[in-house]
């Protein structure tokens, strides 16, 4: 399974920008790889807009080693550029899925843009933009995990 992961509104509440400042706090990173250590066949795709900005070695850094080890890249800066009702970052997805022929792999994205998913909303686990990763989000995701390792 593939997690597609979104940073800001995720890892830590929107509403300040992290990216200028590094993204130093990263508050609920150590809630999600706590999580992720329960599943060690979830890999790991960053998509959030910070892919844009920073070097890919430099998206990597919040992260532990393990966890770390686990993360396969980052999806493209364009996706296909699907027509409604698919949104940007899910043609995004899509289109790393095509890239590495994994186009029939599980995958869920944790994000808080849901507006940015359409066809593929039932793979969005959304997080409040605001909360980030909270319990409810966590519990979410847990049950996703959960029903691949099944
Ligand atoms: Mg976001």
Same mark, same amino acid.
Not at 107 to 125: C, E, I, N, P, R
């Given at each position: 399974m593939i997690l597609f992961l979104d940073f800001d509104g995720v890892l830590h509440p929107e509403g300040e920008d992290h990216t200028l400042t590094g993204g130093v706090d990263f508050c609920? $990173?150590?809630? $999600? /790889? %706590?999580?992720?250590? /329960?599943?060690?066949? *979830?890999?790991? &795709?960053? #998509? =959030? =807009?910070?892919?844009?900005? $920073?070097?890919y070695k430099t998206l990597l850094k919040p992260f532990s080693s393990d966890i770390r080890a686990r993360i396969l890249g980052a999806t493209p800066h364009s996706g296909f550029g699907l027509p409604p009702p698919y949104g940007?970052?899910?043609?995004?997805?899509l289109a790393w899925l095509q890239i590495h022929d994994a186009v029939d792999e599980s995958? *869920? %994205? $944790?994000?808080? %843009? @849901?507006?940015?998913?359409?066809? @593929?909303? +039932?793979?969005? &686990?959304t997080c409040g933009s605001f909360t980030g990763? +909270? +319990?409810k989000a966590s519990a979410e995701l847990r %049950?996703?995990?959960e029903e &691949? #390792?099944?």
């Open positions: 609920f $990173l150590p809630r $999600l /790889e %706590a999580l992720l250590r /329960e599943f060690p066949h *979830v890999k790991i &795709v960053i #998509s =959030s =807009s910070w892919r844009e900005q $920073l070097l940007k970052r899910e043609g995004e997805i995958w *869920v %994205a $944790l994000d808080d %843009a @849901y507006w940015q998913f359409g066809h @593929y909303k +039932d793979h969005l &686990v990763f +909270d +319990d %049950a996703r995990f &691949v #390792s099944r």
